[in-house]
């Protein structure tokens, strides 16, 4: 089409109709990883099952289409599109309640998301890829090829704007419900647009009546109970949900429905989970942590450690945490304060490393989560570059949450190979003494280091680090067997395949609280029978990994829902 052939080119109704469906289609699609991430996570599992059942719903879509495609009509368009806007007015309103239910069909973890996604997205987009080859066949071009030609132009520009829209305008700005009454009003507006200029009185009132559902059901919101507490913040960043929930005198950080800080209002000094304790670890394997200068955490969420290290120590803190909605949240929320010994970096922990000239005494990676870890800080290069970044007592601690032993630990077992392959020592410790899905802390040292718990046991009494790390130091776990896990490289890094035995196990967090509960299943998502956790077997007693706690020795248990 010539410049001149396309400033005269005025879309037809059919033009219209197809565009529309493409930039609605795809918009739902980016749209469905926001919405099932929460239950699910965002694993290569999850996202091939949103991809999967959008193909294969517009294929069929496509191919009922094209046998009824000689009765097309403007009008048989306009009632698809009202049907199309009415299912998405059931998601927005009843979207958890029907990712509840679809997460209770008996399915192998890596397939869990796929009911889900199909309940959720299925109808809406099989009647959405009707409007294709109605269009070809209501289309006044001149054969086949043309028409089909076409259509396709217009579908997949409409496609790449419902793309961009979603991805780059909508989601920063907007909430779920927000986006979908949008997608809503378009569908709808388009479906009474064909209709023009020979109105009936069925069109227009159905086009009045979903309308109104629209609004209903995005003012009502989804129909679920929220037993986490008070809603004090929400909002989707461009990297995932972040919501702040009060719960008493707790505050906690939730990113993609998986808490990750925690901050007693009351005493917000105090480690409400015990995993954040043992970030300081490593001021006992440096030489002297008087001449500790700079620490460096990779992932900031509610700031725990970083406000920690700032208080108790006389050191410079750069923290890199890539989403900037995050570092908001903890400055309105969580009582960051920037200064001259705290400074926020807002980038990626790997670029940052990459491009910084400062070597650290102390560098914490806290980015990972249960079933969300950002692939290209678990591979071998970002370790060796962290180990060339720490000076020569330096100590690095990676947050890792798996299993420490048996089903679910494959994770953790590939990436401490992965770790010890970077560093000349390497340390790991449980903070749990269920043995279940956990935080689980890797430390590696620089230098060629061979401590022992009791050596570690004398210098915590007598280096005064504000902190005492007793129960942390008798936390110690054996060196794991490696030989059955890969060590994870830019070339082959299985991280889904391997967090795969995770999915469905209960995700265990110490709290500091008084009352000790014992761990609950942590998604129905998981499958058919999930295990319940079962407390660490006593010292010496039969599967005891070497050095493990005493059941006594770490602080009561809390549970966390799997965040898919």
Known sequence: MSMRQLSAYRPTKPDVAVFVS????????????????????????????IITVFLTALSLGYWQGGKRAQTASNRRMSWILLGTAGYVAIVVYASDQLLLSASAM?????????????????????????????????????????????????????????A??????????????????????????????????????????????????????????PIAFDHR????????????????????????????????????????????????????????????????ENVLFIGGGGYTGPKDFERKYDVNVDVAELDPEVSQAAKDYFDLEEGDNMTVHTEDGRQFLRDTDTTYDVIVLDAYQKDQVPIHLTQLGFMELAEE??????????????????????????????????????YSYRTSNWDSVQNIEVVATKDNTDFTDAELAERNENRDLGIDLSGEVNASLSEPETDDVPVLTEDHAPVDSLQA??????????????????????????????????????????????????????????????SP
Request: net charge negative; hydrophobic share 45%; glycine share 10%.
């Open 389 to 426: 970044r720490l000076t020569e007592d330096g100590v690095f601690l990676a947050n890792v949450i798996a299993a420490p032993s048996g089903a679910g630990s494959e994770f953790y077992r590939a990436q401490y190979k992965t770790i010890d392959e970077a560093f000349a020592s390497t």
């Open 164 to 221: 961009g829209a979603t991805t780059y305008l909508l989601i920063p700005v907007l909430g779920i419900d927000m986006i979908g009454l949008l997608f809503g009003f378009v569908l709808v507006g388009t479906a009474f647009a064909l209709t023009l200029p020979a109105v009936t009185s069925k069109p227009a009132a159905a086009s009045v009546a979903i309308a109104v559902l629209l609004v209903v059901a995005a003012g009502l919101g």
């Open 22 to 49: 493409g930039v609605a289609s795809m918009g739902l699609e980016i749209l469905a990883g926001r919405i099932i991430a929460p239950q699910f996570g965002s694993s290569i599992y999850t996202w091939g099952s």
């Open 501 to 562: 035995s995770t999915v469905g196990q209960e995700y265990v967090i110490e709290q500091t609280d008084d009352e000790e509960t014992s761990p609950e299943p942590a998604s129905i998502a998981a499958g058919s029978s999930p295990a319940l956790a079962r407390p660490a077997p006593e010292p010496g007693g039969p599967g005891l990994e070497s050095g493990a706690t005493d059941p006594a020795a770490v602080g009561p248990v809390a549970t966390e829902p799997a």
């Open 106 to 162: 008996p399915l192998p973890a890596r397939y869990a998301s796929l009911p889900a996604v199909l309940i959720l997205f299925g109808p809406p987009t099989y009647l959405l890829g009707f409007i294709s080859p109605y269009s070809a066949e209501l289309s006044m071009k001149e054969g086949t090829g043309e028409a089909s030609g076409h259509v396709y132009a217009l579908g997949t520009i409409g496609s790449i704007v419902g």
């Open 229 to 292: 507490g008070d809603v004090v913040y929400q909002t989707q960043t461009a990297y995932q949900e972040l919501e702040v929930i009060d719960d008493g005198d707790t505050r906690t950080l939730y990113l993609d429905g998986a808490r990750h800080s925690a901050m007693d209002l009351e005493d917000p000094d105090r480690h409400v989970f015990e995993y954040t304790r043992f970030f300081h670890l490593p001021m006992l394997m440096v030489d002297d942590p008087d001449e500790v």
